[in-house]
């Protein structure tokens, strides 16, 4: 989708739908021309209580000017507006647009927003960009009716003067932020018989090629040189080769790494999973898909910084060669974990990868892990837990959360949990007490494995979505794109 900044106004710009938001009980700031270009009908729709801005609302109009369609797309109350409104709302324009058939889309961004012009401009593009994602590759027979399928091609975000600027400078970055967010989506979406370790190492390694990143993919044999016991044991089941992917660009000094759990199928091993919903299993490498996607957007933005994105790979799967409940595994760094139940294996691949990332003395950890069934039950879908040994660290993460949309929910570190992953036989075990505070004693695990400033963000409940929305179909959702995205873009703020 190409995007245009134009200082055309409402009347003025020719395109198949206009869409302008919006907030409830709010005469829409500019009525006057979008009543010139619908022949009043926006005000009569607004006086016959068909169209009153709440949240989510849509109303569509034909009009005989140069816009031959309008949308008003409500925003809810000034008070309670948040960035991801714009989103949402942006997203439903496209949706609408690729619904009715249209090409093209332009959107209206004169409305008085709480928010920055240039903050506002990067929400509305990420929602159109995310709103035009489906996984569908696969589908060979054409929906009915359908001869060819039609897609947005061309959005145009209206801008005054005075804005286009900050407009332009936002849009920028929301169609890195959209591109790579789906972009992600597509790679955690692939199946698990074709997103094995190996064709996502190459994945990367092309990605690296295209936008100027450094790549090093570590085979089965550099693993084992590595002592990368960890990663290995978790891979001895599987006939797929692990691999680690480490994606580096360089774009200023503060060094910051991001690690991914990249399990591109989580059966649960011996202590194999019951057999309902292991198909979603294939999701299990969304935290290391998203950290590449995360570093292609720190290099497509030129950010000034210098990030590692660092992405352990490998099946997790029964065999006659697979690590077993009561094996005792001797980490990279010396560490010892005795493993209680296969399935807890996000954990022992994270441990090798963030002793690796420590060693590398960076200034931040952030990994991002799709570890614990416990999230989901504490979260749900809404939020991905966060944990750390770092205060600062935290609160930045909890604001670019916020500003993402990409909620994110603390949880404590405190010392007592540490009880949890104490083991009788070896330093530590893959498992705590069952039935008792499961994601922070998945953390727990963790913590002992990094000696940097670090976090971690459970993922399991917020990497796939089993709920179709207008703006954001099924399946993966590339969270922590965004989340990470800003956190990087506003690092030194
Ligand atoms: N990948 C799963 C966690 C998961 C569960 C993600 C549901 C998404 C949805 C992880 O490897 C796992 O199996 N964790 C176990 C740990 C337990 C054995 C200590 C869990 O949460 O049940
Ligand atoms: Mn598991
Ligand atoms: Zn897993």
Redesign the pocket.
Known sequence: MRVIVSTKTVSEVSTSLLAAYSFEKEEPKNLKSLDELSDSQTSNAIKAGEFSGKEGETLLLHCKGKAKRLLLLGLGKREEFTAQKLRSASGKATAQAKKLKQRELALSLDVHLPISVYDASQAAIEGAFLATYSFDKYKTEKKEGESEKIEVGELTLLATSSDARAVENGAGIGTITGECQNLARAMCNEPPNNATPSSISKNAEQLAKQYGLKAKIFSASDLKKMNMNALLAVASGSVQEPKMVVLEYFGGKDKICLVGKG?TF?S?GI?L?PGKDME??K??KSGAIDVIAAAVAAARLKLPLHIIAIAPLTENVPSGSAYKPADIITTSTGKTIEIQ?T????RVILADALAYASSLKPNAIIDLA?????C?VALGSVAAGIMGNDEKLIEKIKKAGSESGEKVWQFPMWKEYDELVKSDVADVKN??TPGQA?TIA?AKLLEKFVSSPWVHIDI??V?DSDREKPEFSKGATGYGVRLLTRLLQTWKK
């Open positions: 399990i989580d649960g202590s999973k979603k299993m999701f299990d139940n399935d807890a294996e996000g799709t570890l614990t069934g416990a989901v498992v705590g499961g998945g399991a409940g990497s």
